[in-house]
Nanobody, 123 residues
């Protein structure tokens, strides 16, 4: 499966932004969002499971970000509200066969990755 992330850009603190992850040759995979800030390691942001649309969030974004999927459009969304400067990063979407409580944040287990989209939040 090929993934393409889009929707990044420059916003001010407190603004909202929605990222999209579209999959070509889409099959129902679990999808996660990860981010990598300059000089930092890649970290988990959010994920949604393949079958029951169970969602998972990092503590840093819980209550501000919402992940959802539209299978008819082959797209997973990451709605980001109340953005903070520390949310600045390149955001990547990734897919794997299934996502559950044991593996949702483990990036090496995700088989397919998109190219990333830059989100910059100014203070």
């Amino acid at each position: 499966v090929q993934l393409q992330a889009s929707g990044g850009g420059l916003v001010q603190a407190g603004d909202s932004m929605r990222l999209s992850c579209t999959a070509i040759n889409y099959v129902k995979y679990g999808v996660g969002w990860f981010r990598q800030a300059p000089g930092k390691e890649r970290e988990f942001v959010a994920a949604i499971s393949r079958l029951r649309n169970t969602t998972f969030y990092a503590n840093a974004v819980k209550g501000r970000f919402t992940i959802s999927r539209d299978n008819a459009k082959n797209t997973v969304y990451l709605q980001m509200n109340s953005l903070r400067p520390e949310d600045t990063a390149v955001y990547y979407c990734a897919a794997k066969g299934d996502i559950n409580y044991a593996n949702y944040a483990r990036s090496p287990l995700y088989q397919f990755w998109g190219q990333g989209t830059l989100v910059t939040v100014s203070s």
